[in-house]
């Protein structure tokens, strides 16, 4: 089994209490890619510009992330720089660079229309909705989203919910798109309107699954000292979907197992800045983490 993933690949600035990096490689797809890689083949769909440094493509083909769908335009690189304080759950944007980003329309390899597991991940879902057009047979599709877009495509983005299985929010996204304050309520609302599992992502909170037959909430992992949230939520959305992609059955046991993997993954991720700590991560990290979270969250 495999995945495709499109989303961002693009170049960070992040400044922390812990320190800061500059021009380090992330983006959504990228971050997803690191977490889902552990469980199945990961094909990424997204742009760059000519100043991309190689380094970055080799080292993503190094981790077995397929680049045959990046596109290298002429042009500058998506940049992005933020910086977090206090209790690091939301950070500042200090600035934003498009770059080629403003120009991407997706080009599938046609060998690639075939794959049965899409991931959508945080770019205009007028794009999201061009690629997804373009697969042949979807089997499981998720969507990702963020409140500029919930602000300036809400209708783009509703008509998208219809088109797929599940719809992976934080809890301000998920409130400002279903119009409820109770994060229960928001995620009964959105699936109302189209997503049949909604994934909402609650930060250190945890994170709640919401679906006809169950409801599933989870703690987040007790990590003591995050260091750089940036890219947690698509980390989380990797380990998930990528769980998923290999799975025959998608039911309540592996919705469960999935959305712990996520979180495991995404505990990994706030370790370090940008990659560092994610890129490392080995199966036996992740099932070690998996099975204290596992006791952590049993009531019996």
Known sequence: MSILVLGTTA??????????????????????????????????VAIVGSDFPKKHTDFLTRKGVNLTSLI???GRTFRWAGEYHGDLNAALTLSTELGVL????????EHQK???????????????????SHMSS????????MNYWIDHKRRALLR???????????????????????????????????????????????????CKDFLFCLPAYPVEKVVDPTGAGDTFAGGFMGYLAGRRKIDAMSVKKAITFGTVMA??????????????????????????????????
């Open 11 to 44: 170049l960070d600035t992040v400044k922390t209490p812990s320190g800061v990096r500059r021009e380090m490689l992330g983006g959504s797809a990228v971050h997803f890619s690191m977490g889902a890689r552990h469980f199945t083949k990961v094909n990424l």
């Open 72 to 74: 290298v335009e002429k």
């Open 102 to 109: 403003s120009v991407f329309k997706p080009r599938i390899a």
């Open 114 to 132: 075939s794959i049965d597991n899409i991931f959508l991940a945080n770019v205009d879902p007028d794009i999201q909705r061009h690629l997804l």
């Open 138 to 145: 979807p089997r499981l599709v998720g969507l990702d989203s």
């Open 160 to 210: 998208l919910l219809k088109e797929v299985h599940i719809f992976v929010a934080n809890d301000a996204e998920a409130r400002s798109l279903s119009g409820e304050i109770n994060v229960f309520k928001a995620a009964r609302a959105l699936r109302r309107m189209g997503a049949p599992i909604v994934v909402v992502k609650k930060g250190e909170h945890g994170v709640i699954v919401s």
């Open 267 to 300: 505990s990994f991720n706030v370790e370090g800045f940008g990659l560092e700590r994610s890129c490392c991560v080995t199966r036996s990290d992740l099932e070690r983490r998996y099975r204290h979270l596992k006791a952590i969250a049993s009531v019996c």
